[in-house]
């Protein structure tokens, strides 16, 4: 076959089941809300630890990071996207700017990234989410593109 392939018949021949792609190039599966309250695109979840199946907001510079919210206003309970791997766009911590190339980590605010250079230590490193993508100047409530690598 030659010519090209849309992003709508890629999705339906190679997706389902419970792993979908984003157009940033993304694998997402589904998942329920534990958020606490309606989804926010660019979230670092981790596994809820109160229902099977669902993802609540990651804790303050957690090691156990699982993915990242894809989509804005799914209500708490309700089935949600979650970026596993590949590149998705990630909340930056409030004031923070976003260097290409640069280590992402989750920060010390819950569900929020910060970028560094390279990480402090050796325990900073587990805090890993992934490599930004992006450059972007600080301010509130940013995405940035990162490739997604958990540790």
Request: proline share 5%; with cysteine; charged share 15%.
């Amino acid at each position: 076959m030659t010519g090209l392939l849309s992003y709508e018949l890629f999705i339906a021949k190679t997706s389902g089941g419970n792993s979908w792609f984003t157009p940033e190039g993304g694998l997402y599966e589904m998942f329920i809300n534990d958020t606490g309250s309606s989804s926010v695109k660019g979230t670092i979840v981790y596994v809820s630890p109160l229902f099977d199946n669902a993802v609540s907001i990651a804790p303050p510079q957690t090691s156990a990071a699982i993915g990242v919210i894809y989509e804005d206003g799914v209500p708490k309970g309700s089935m949600v996207k979650v970026v596993v791997s590949g590149k998705a766009q990630v909340l930056l911590k409030d004031n923070n700017a976003s260097v290409r190339g640069y280590w992402c980590g989750v920060s010390d605010v819950p569900g929020r990234m910060y970028q560094l250079a390279y990480p402090a230590d050796f325990y900073e490193h587990f805090r890993q989410i992934g490599y930004s993508l992006e450059q972007k100047s600080g301010g509130e409530d940013l995405l940035s593109l990162v490739q997604l690598i958990f540790n």
